[in-house]
């Protein structure tokens, strides 16, 4: 607790699904939380409307005398990326070299969040060592954000951290378009999911509390770990989609034949993350099972759909 106490920590991205839980799991411990919030942040100096104003980023976390800063701020939608890329390249890369730009000037120490995506088509289960080869938009400019920042260590000596989570799931997650909200949702809805590749691609799902106690030990060990270190977070077991959305359904206690469209959208076959650096370094383990994250998950949209 006293780590945290009074500590002043920015959270970009703070609105979102991962940002809100650290935000608030942060508060609970004391931090004092500066939330730079999708399109805009409350604080002091009013209403910043991009993350792409570097100057402002910058006021921002000067003014607020920030000591610590977790960037998790990004355009994450893969087909939004497809459609728009200058959008999400300007979003998740640029908006990441302002955030480094900000934090050397001022020296502030930087938790970056990265992604499984940005190993791309490498082969599963990624470890750290493994070289990023992403394909897509969102999953390249993941890639990007990753390689700037562990360039600022090089060049600057910043101290940074890098995670590198598997497919998030949880509680609190508004985003329809990925595969956990849209499956529950339909499920409660007495309505097919709509599965348009083939079913079979397999992920490693973690649960929002795993991964926000994940970045809370990343921070706390950042002194003591070398600039620039890399961490994956999963669980290690992956689930296809189509497993995954008859297990969800059978949880709503619906039985009901996805739609399997067998299109080709590009997906890698596989993918999954060793963490057992995690293990080894920040002594982080994932306590909740799919079965338990998902059966606490689906609750949870119960009473926000109120269904």
């Known amino acids: 607790m006293s780590f945290w106490r009074g500590k002043r920590v920015m959270v970009t991205g703070a609105s979102g699904f991962v940002g809100s839980h650290l935000a608030e799991c942060l508060r609970d411990k004391g931090a004092v939380i500066i939330p730079l919030s999708h399109q805009c942040v409350h604080d002091r100096q009013g209403i910043l ?3 792409r104003d570097r100057a402002q980023i910058t006021r921002i976390m000067a003014a607020n005398r920030v000591e610590l800063c977790f960037h998790l701020a990004a355009q994450a939608i893969g087909s939004i990326a497809r459609q728009d890329p200058i959008t999400t390249l300007e979003t998740n890369v640029q908006g990441t070299w302002n955030v480094l730009e ?6 502030v120490p930087l938790i970056l969040a990265s992604s499984d995506k940005a190993y791309g088509n490498a082969p599963s289960p990624y470890t750290e060592d493994t070289p990023l080869e992403p394909a897509g938009i969102y999953e390249t400019s993941k890639a990007c954000a990753d390689f700037l920042a ?20 949880g509680e609190g997650d508004r985003n329809f378009t990925r595969i956990v909200p849209y499956a529950i949702s339909q499920a409660l809805r007495g309505e097919p999911t709509v599965i348009w590749g083939t079913g079979q691609a397999q992920r490693d799902y973690l649960h929002i509390n795993d991964m926000t106690s994940g970045y809370v ?35 709503v206690g619906v039985d009901i034949k996805p739609i399997i469209q067998g299109q080709d959208t590009g997906e890698i076959e596989v993918q999954s993350v060793d963490a057992s650096k995690a293990r080894r370094g920040l002594g982080w383990v994932p306590a909740i099972t799919l079965e338990d994250g998902m059966e606490r998950t689906v609750d949870w949209y119960k009473g926000f759909l109120n269904v």
């Not at 260590?153 to 910043?158: H, I, K, M, S």
Request: hydrophobic content about 45%; some cysteine; proline content about 5%.
């Open 49 to 51: 409307e991009d993350i």
């Open 102 to 107: 900000a934090c050397r000037i001022l020296k």
């Open 150 to 169: 562990r360039s600022y260590v090089r060049a600057y000596g910043l101290s940074v951290a890098i995670a590198r989570p598997s497919n998030l799931y």
């Open 217 to 251: 030990m990343l921070a706390e060990s950042l002194e003591r770990l070398p600039p620039g270190s890399v961490f994956n977070f999963g669980t290690g077991r992956t689930v296809s989609v189509l497993g995954l959305v008859e297990f969800i359904n059978s949880l």
